[in-house]
């Protein structure tokens, strides 16, 4: 049977950030294990990459001045400098996936997020919050990726940032991972659901009888109560 409602196929861009230490990585990978026609756009660093990160896998890796070429060349949608590294939005497929109806989602910082809200209408925009500032210190210092001093700048940060949460359409707190990803499954799904995206509603044929026929009974059983 035809579906009387005709929705949008083109997907949503969805924002995702936080504070560092905040759980987005994780959320995001169990999202995309369930294969929930999601993909992800990998950003582009000019940081080094930490041990067992993948080029192409966490970031695309690249020299600083490789990015500096990049921006010139405006082959980026977005970036941003933070804590002396380049981050940015490679433009690449994602336009591509966005008309293929996959949801696109772009890890990224909430400074680079903030420039996706003003050049992009419609976005998805979702914070991810930690349970306390004592998880997410505690969190960053088990990385053991760092120096204090960067992780005490990194802690730092997250005071500032955690104060633009009112700039997103949703705010998930990280507590328990499972819950979590539930959270911004839920939010997925939901906005695919937004009358917005209704094209257009179909009434068939066989709708019409239905409803001819409801109303015909309708009548038969008034005239019996009055009889």
Not at 83 to 92: A, D, F, K, L, Q
Not at 144 to 163: C, G, L, P, S
Request: net charge neutral; glycine share 6%.
């Amino acid at each position: 049977m035809e579906n009387m409602l005709k929705s949008q196929v083109r997907g949503n861009l969805v924002v995702i950030s936080g504070p560092s230490g905040a759980g987005k990585g994780s959320i995001i990978q169990e999202i995309l294990k369930d294969n929930l026609n999601v993909w992800l756009s990998i950003s582009m660093t000019s940081r080094k990459s930490r041990d067992g990160e993948v080029n192409g896998r966490e970031y695309y890796f690249v020299t600083r001045e490789e990015f500096e070429e990049g921006i010139k060349n405006q082959e980026l949608l977005e970036y941003t400098e933070y804590s002396g590294n380049y981050y940015g939005t490679p433009r690449g497929k994602i336009n591509e996936h966005l008309q293929s109806g996959q949801d696109v989602i772009l890890e990224i910082e909430i400074e680079g997020a903030l420039k996706i809200k003003e050049l992009v209408k419609g976005a998805l925009f979702i914070f991810i919050m930690p349970p306390n500032m004592k998880e997410l210190k505690r969190r960053l210092e088990n990385r053991k990726t760092e120096t204090q001093d960067k992780v005490m700048m990194r802690f730092k940060r997250a005071y500032q940032e955690i104060n633009e949460v009112t700039k997103y359409n949703y705010v998930v707190v990280n507590d328990e991972l499972k819950n979590a990803v539930n959270k911004v499954k839920s939010i997925l799904l939901a906005e695919r659901c937004r009358v917005d995206r209704i094209e257009e509603i179909y009434i068939g044929n066989q709708e019409e009888l239905l409803h001819e026929s409801l109303v015909d009974n309708k009548n038969i059983v008034n005239l019996e109560n009055k009889i």
